[in-house]
Nanobody, 117 residues
Framework: VQLQASGGGLVQAGGSLRLSCAAS????????MGWYRQAPGKQRELVAL???????NYADSVKGRFTISRDIAKNTVSLSMNSLKPEDTAVYYC????????????WGQGTLVTVSS
């Protein structure tokens, strides 16, 4: 599985960004897809997740501001981020969990999101 993330950049606090992740395969065969982030000096954390059956899950810190969505026909997952805060600054990683006999974590390259105050 190859994951190609795009859409990061620099934005002022209160602004919006949209991240996209294009997968090389049929995302409907994946257990889930999601976005994680890692800020400097911190551990990587889950931001948002969408399961195969479409159930979404969000970190408390982004609930009501971020929305994860998918386009199965295009094999893409997106993260719409609104009301961005400086503490959202991080490298964001696209993730896909697959299980074709054994569970595996697939990661895309990170995309940097910087929110200025």
């Amino acid at each position: 599985v190859q994951l190609q993330a795009s859409g990061g950049g620099l934005v002022q606090a209160g602004g919006s960004l949209r991240l996209s992740c294009a997968a090389s395969g049929n995302i409907f065969t994946y257990n889930s897809m999601g976005w994680y982030r890692q800020a400097p000096g911190k551990q990587r954390e889950l931001v948002a997740l969408i399961s195969r059956n479409g159930i979404t899950n969000y970190a408390d810190s982004v609930k009501g501001r971020f929305t994860i969505s998918r386009d199965i026909a295009k094999n893409t997952v997106s993260l719409s981020m609104n009301s961005l805060k400086p503490e959202d600054t991080a490298v964001y990683y696209c993730h896909a969990e697959t299980n074709w006999g054994s569970r595996y974590d697939n990661w895309g390259q990170g995309t940097l999101v910087t929110v200025s105050s």
